[in-house]
C-alpha cells in the first residue's frame, strides 16, 4: 500500500513539473526569444551564442550547454543530481525547441517590450515555481552557481543572481543597450515574481532524520545545499542505543535533493518530514521581517 501511494505521488510531481516546464517554455519561445530579452540561465545563454552563430538554432544551443553543464557539476562539484532535475532540464530543452522550430507557435513581436517583459515572465515565473514546488528544477546556470560557490563560498543565491546578471549584461552587448535592460528588468521582475507564486504553492519543511551514517548526511547538507543542521543526542527505545537525529529545515524545493541523496547513502535511513509554515532566521526569512 505504501509503494502505491509513492508512486502515485511521484507521477503526480513529473506531471505538475512537466506542465510547469511547459509553461516556461512559452514563456521563453512567445515573448523572450523573439524579442532577443536573454532572462538569464541557459536559455539566455543559448540566445546570446545563437546570436553569434544563428547557423545553430536556438533549442539545439540549449541541449549543448545543459549537456555540458552537468557534466562539469558531476566532474566538478560531484553532485549526485536526481532524475527528476535531468528530467525537467531536458523537457525544457525539448518543449522550447518544439514550440520554436516544429511546431512555430505565434510570437510577440511588437515593439513594446516592457509587455514582452511582463507577460513572458509571468508565464515562465509560475511554470518555474511549479517545477520548484514538485521537487525539482531545471538545472541551467544552477550548476554554474553551485559551481562558484564550492570555491568562493558565497551564498548560493547571491552567486546565482550575479551569473543571470551577468548574462543580461552580455545581452546588452550581444543585441544593444536597450536590450540589454530589459533583460536585466526581466531577471529582477522573474526573481520576485517566482518568490511570490512558490508563497503560496510551497511551504518550508523539516525534517529529522536517523542514519547509520549521520556524518555523510550532514556533511553534503552544510557544504552542497548551504543549511544548517542540529544534532540530537537520543537513544533508542527499542534497542536502548545512542543515536545521533539530524534535524534540518529546507526550503520544499531541496527536499527531493535530500531524500534522493538518503536513499543513496543509507536506504534503511529513517525520515520524517513535516511542513512548517515559517521557518525563520539565517538561511530564510529574517525574523524582524515578519508583520
Known amino acids: 500500500m505504501e509503494m502505491k501511494i509513492d508512486i502515485r505521488q511521484q507521477v503526480k510531481e513529473y506531471v505538475l513539473s512537466t506542465f510547469g516546464v511547459i509553461l516556461t517554455a512559452l514563456g521563453l519561445v512567445v515573448f523572450f526569444i523573439p524579442n532577443n530579452i536573454a532572462a538569464g ?26 549537456a555540458l553543464l552537468f557534466l562539469l557539476g558531476f566532474l566538478i562539484v560531484g553532485k549526485d543530481f536526481s532524475f527528476k532535475t535531468i528530467y525537467s532540464t531536458f523537457a525544457l530543452n525539448f518543449f522550447i525547441d518544439f514550440f520554436d522550430r516544429l511546431l512555430s507557435i505565434p510570437k510577440y513581436l511588437e515593439q513594446d517590450l516592457m509587455l514582452a517583459v511582463f507577460f513572458g515572465d509571468v508565464l ?5 515555481a511549479i517545477t520548484f514546488a514538485n521537487n525539482s528544477s531545471t538545472g541551467g546556470t544552477d550548476i554554474i552557481a553551485k559551481i562558484l560557490t564550492r570555491y568562493f563560498h558565497s551564498p548560493m543565491g547571491t552567486t546565482l543572481l550575479i551569473v543571470d546578471f551577468a548574462i543580461g549584461i552580455t545581452a546588452g552587448f550581444a543585441f544593444d543597450i536597450r536590450t540589454g535592460m530589459y533583460s536585466l ?8 515574481t517566482i518568490d511570490f507564486v512558490l508563497k ?27 543549511r544548517g543542521a542540529t544534532i540530537l543526542k537520543a537513544s533508542g527505545a527499542y534497542s536502548g542505543k545512542d543515536i545521533d537525529v539530524l534535524y534540518v529545515a529546507l526550503r ?7 531524500l534522493h541523496l538518503i536513499k543513496n547513502i543509507d536506504k534503511d535511513a529513517f525520515v520524517i518530514v513535516t511542513e512548517a509554515r515559517y521557518v525563520l532566521g539565517e538561511g530564510f526569512k529574517r525574523i524582524d521581517r515578519v508583520a
Open 185 to 192: 528588468l526581466a531577471i529582477i521582475i522573474n526573481g520576485i
Open 41 to 66: 540561465g541557459a536559455s539566455g545563454i543559448s540566445m546570446i551564442l545563437h546570436r553569434m552563430v544563428p547557423s545553430v538554432p536556438i533549442g539545439v544551443w540549449l541541449y549543448m550547454i545543459n
Open 124 to 128: 515562465a515565473a509560475i511554470g518555474m
Open 252 to 258: 520544499r524545493r531541496e527536499l527531493g535533493e535530500v
Open 200 to 226: 503560496g504553492l510551497e511551504l518550508s519543511v523539516t525534517m529529522m532524520i536517523i542514519s547509520k551514517k549521520p556524518e555523510e548526511v550532514k556533511k553534503y547538507i552544510l557544504e552542497n545545499l548551504g
